[in-house]
Structures are given as C-alpha cells and as structure tokens.
C-alpha cells in the first residue's frame, strides 16, 4: 500500500507563509508526478501546481510568482512554500502522486490522494 502524509497548513493573516509537505511511503517504484490541488467550500478541486521527473513544473495562473513547489526526490516528499497569502487561498489542499507501485504482485501506475489540509487565510 501506498500513503500520503500531508502536513503544514494552518490559519495566517493576509500576507503571511504557509509550507505544506507531502511525504509518500509504501510499495513504491518509481514517482512520475507529484502536485497540489485546492478545494475551497462551493466550488470544484483545482489544480495549483505540479512538478515532474526531472523537475519540470506547472502553476495555476492566480498562485504563479507567489507559491513554488518542490520535491526531494529521496525522500519521496513534495512541498508547496505559498507566500503573499490572501484569504482567496483558502481552501483544503491536496498532495497528488501519480506513481509506478506493487499492488497484488503487479507492478502498475496508479492515482494517490493525501488526506487533504486546511488553510486558512483570515485577518
């Protein structure tokens, strides 16, 4: 089996820093890509950024110049550093990873999901 252990989010003022990590364990062979998406209450999950073998990365329009996502690849962590924080980043964020993963004795490429954590930006 194959986990996804998010940590990091919490309330900040407007303006502030936040710096979540996802760390992946278990059965895994090799990761092809790791991301964030949000969900904020009413409206559907978003993509806010991804970061593919080697390190190529991709940010949704309304984060770019102000998160950045990385990974340490022997550790199999991810991490999203989000600054200049406005309460329209409110929302639950996600780790994604999409990997290659021993499930039954057969190797094969699959979807996971981290358990989702909450950020709040609030005066």
């Known amino acids: 089996q194959v986990q996804l252990v998010e940590s990091g989010g919490g309330l900040v003022q407007p303006g502030g820093s936040l710096r979540l990590s996802c760390a992946a364990s278990?059965?895994?062979?090799?990761?092809?890509?790791m991301g964030w998406y949000r969900q904020a209450p009413g409206k559907q999950r978003e993509l806010v950024a991804g970061?593919?073998?080697?390190?190529?990365?991709n940010y949704a329009d309304s984060v770019k110049g102000r998160f950045t996502i990385s990974r340490d690849t022997f550790k199999n962590t991810v991490y999203l550093q989000m600054n200049s924080l406005n309460p329209e980043d409110t929302a639950v964020y996600y780790c994604?990873?999409?990997?290659?993963?021993?499930?039954?004795?057969?190797?094969?490429?699959?979807?996971?999901w981290g358990q989702g954590t909450q950020v709040t930006v609030s005066s």
């Open positions: 994604n990873a999409n990997l290659r993963a021993w499930r039954n004795g057969a190797l094969g490429t699959y979807d996971y």
């Open positions: 970061i593919t073998l080697p390190a190529s990365t």
């Open positions: 278990g059965s895994i062979f090799r990761i092809n890509a």
